[in-house]
């Protein structure tokens, strides 16, 4: 029997407004086995070719995205089952200045779009339109007027105006700040300082009655209408929470209207998935890596404790309720504790190998990836294609959900399988959770750089603009990057360390001979070396004890410290926790056979049981336990005899002990009892009396 026929794809060329490159499309999609479908007009003239195809029961891509919904509407009224994609080769290739020599772009393009995305899973989030109102003047009030018949409403002023009270009390007024909030759409908790009720009385301005601090209110949303600090971090990425400046109107009719839709059930993505067993954020009450907690512009991350008894937890906690999904925490982890779930790492990473290596096949050379999200970077592309001179035929464009998730492992992998250069499409003024795909772009270059494959142009950076002509401007000067090393095709299997080691070791292969094995990284890079200063260890193990990774580790057979290179996150865990502070962390890239075997770093001649032979500890350490004692006079060693049972092992030890009667718990003789005659006698005898 012969291979199932694979995908339909349909390549329209607009009515003619972008020219088609049939052979590199058709090279393109051979990797796949695709049949690319050359149209003019298919979603008009052409609409029946599209049913048709249909009919054979074969996945269909279209590359059109403007009339997607009229594509999705007729195979659903044709009840087509099988799967249907859309994928823009029009804004993102065809139309173009170089739109002719697009022809291995669009292959690309529509090979990415091949590769299927996994169910999102999802947190649901419940609201029952409890709201609490903040303000500060008739503001506040006028708002709640207005949504009292859609929400369960109490309004709190902070009382630093007078404020006439309504001819009816619809809803609960009272006054007081609130001093801090937590909590998320439909389980928000407020405390508030100085809460009081009116007086019934009240007439022209509201009076107070008496106050107290730390009240506290539930409820689901809350709009924030005080003019004052935000209660939250990022409060725009912090779901039920709606700030406006009380003298805007515009910004408290868009508050409004957002308040009045968050009454039901909602379902929001869970953008990260989290593996405590691999954060290495403590051990034993000592702090180590700290990355994700200082990146999150959320607050949605903190460190962990256990919920029945507060006790700290090794590893941080994240809420997917709080979670805005900048993946900057998936940018910087290095165990890849956690790692972005929209999509996970593995369709990302099938993604961009499918892009560079059909472009590679459609016989494109020195690519140049673009990696944008759809709410900053799309509309931006769309108005370079439709007013300026489009993406030049060298750029590839991939749409991720957050630029920021961006890590190294798909920045490396990007390299390894062609591209001459990568750039990150960041907002103008930078956006929350930036700095983690800014400190992976660092890491990038760095290690390009100390291979001897760096450029200038650099061939790693972002691009801060809100202006698509400046984009264009941008771009430019990577079109002089050229790829010079020959691209991997490998699969992006294991987690993404693994997936980023592989990259960068393939990197390291297509260097050359010349290109050092150890190369030198930047300050919290996620590679390198626990450096232990061996004339001063003392072999205590602790910090094997702490390692997340098994980076150190111990031989059960002889007093050894052992370090795996490959293995060490940086988290410095064995710094905070090695009481002598003898080791440092040192950041480097080492692709060399000697980073995955694990090397002695400190070793000792075992001291043997003096009754038995069998070996325990160090000779050094006995040796200075001893030394120890006698030079501090201790009572319970000054006989030899007991001093001489600290050479034995744990078991000799024992047996010594209970078969010289020794009491463990005994102390030093007592002193003998002098009275007053002792002493008038004494001193009578030195002629004293």
């Not at 795909?437 to 200038?456: N, P, Q, S």
Request: with cysteine; charged share 20%.
């Amino acid at each position: 029997m012969g291979q199932p026929p694979g995908r339909i794809v349909f390549v329209c060329s607009c009515e003619d407004t972008m020219p088609l490159d049939s052979r590199a499309l058709a090279r393109g999609c051979a990797r796949e086995g695709a049949e690319p479908r050359a149209a003019t007009q298919l979603c008009r003239a052409e609409l029946g070719r599209f049913l048709a195809a249909l009919g054979e029961g074969r996945p269909v891509t279209v590359a059109c995205t403007q009339e997607a919904p009229l594509f999705a509407q007729e195979a659903e009224a044709a009840g087509a089952a099988a799967p249907l994609a859309f994928v823009n080769i029009r804004e993102h290739a065809g139309w173009s200045a170089e739109a002719k020599a697009a022809g291995p772009k669009m292959a690309a393009l529509l090979a990415a779009a091949a590769v299927p995305a996994p169910p999102v899973p999802l947190v649901p989030l419940k609201s029952e339109g409890v709201a609490l109102v903040l303000g500060r003047d008739e503001t506040a009030i006028a708002a709640a007027e207005r949504l009292k018949d859609r929400l369960d409403l109490t309004v709190l002023l902070t009382g630093e105006r007078e404020v006439t009270p309504p001819r009816e009390a619809e809803f609960p007024i009272l006054r007081g700040r609130a001093r801090a909030a937590t909590g998320w759409l439909g389980a928000f908790e407020v405390v508030v300082d100085g809460h009081a009720a009116p007086a019934p009385s009240s007439r022209a301005a509201y009076r107070w009655g008496p106050a107290r601090d730390g009240a506290r209110s539930r409820c689901d949303l809350i709009l924030d209408l005080t003019g004052g600090p935000a209660l939250f971090p990022a409060p725009s990425l912090r779901q039920g929470y709606l700030r406006a400046d009380p003298d805007d109107a515009a910004a408290v009719e868009r508050a409004l209207f957002d308040a009045a839709a968050l009454v039901g059930t909602f379902d929001k993505p869970r953008f990260v998935a989290f593996e405590a067993g691999l954060c290495a954020h403590s051990r034993n009450r000592r702090t180590g890596c700290t990355r994700c907690l200082e990146l999150c512009p959320t607050g949605a991350i903190a460190p962990g404790r256990d919920a029945e008894t507060g006790r700290p937890l090794d590893h941080v906690q994240i809420s997917a309720e709080i979670c805005a999904g900048c993946g900057a925490c998936a940018a910087v982890c290095p165990t890849g504790a956690v790692t972005y779930a929209l999509p996970p790492p593995a369709t990302t990473l099938q993604r961009l190998r499918a892009l560079l290596l059909a472009y590679a096949e459609a016989g494109g050379r020195d690519a140049v990836v673009l990696l944008h999200d759809a709410a900053h970077g799309e509309p931006l592309l769309d108005a370079l294609a439709r007013h300026g001179e489009g993406l030049p035929a060298r750029v590839l464009p991939l749409r991720v959900n957050e630029v920021s998730q961006l890590d190294l492992a798909t920045l490396a992998a990007a390299f390894a399988w062609g591209a001459a250069g990568v750039r990150a499409l960041l907002p103008g003024r930078r956006g929350h959770g930036a700095e983690g795909v800014l400190r992976a772009l660092g890491y990038a270059e760095a290690a390009l750089a100390g291979l001897g494959l760096g450029a200038d142009p650099p061939r790693a950076a972002a691009i801060e603009t809100d202006d698509p002509f400046a984009l264009a401007e941008a771009l430019r000067p990577a079109l002089t990057l050229g790829a010079s090393w020959r691209a991997e095709g490998f699969l992006p299997l294991g987690a993404p360390r693994e997936v980023a080691l592989r990259a960068l070791r393939a990197l390291h292969g297509a260097a050359g001979g010349a290109a050092p094995a150890v190369v030198p990284m930047p300050e919290r890079a996620p590679f390198g070396e626990a450096r232990v200063a061996a004339e001063g260890c003392t072999l205590c193990l602790a910090c094997t004890m702490v390692c997340p990774t098994g980076a150190l580790s111990a031989n059960p057979d002889r007093p050894q410290l052992r370090f795996l290179e490959e293995a060490c996150v940086q988290c410095g865990l064995c710094a905070a926790t090695c009481p002598e502070k003898v080791i440092t962390l040192v950041p480097r890239l080492n692709l060399g056979a000697a980073a995955a075997e694990a090397r002695v770093v400190k070793e000792e001649e075992p001291f043997c049981c003096t009754r038995c032979g069998k070996a325990f500890g160090t000779r050094s350490s006995i040796e200075r336990v001893k030394a120890r004692l006698v030079a501090g006079g201790h009572w319970m060693f000054a006989d030899p005899r007991r001093l001489a049972v600290l050479e034995m092992c744990e078991d000799c030890r024992v047996a010594a002990v209970t078969a010289e009667g020794v009491d463990p718990y005994a102390g030093p003789s007592r002193p003998v009892v002098r009275t007053t005659e002792d002493y008038l006698r004494e001193a009578a005898e030195r002629g004293e009396g």
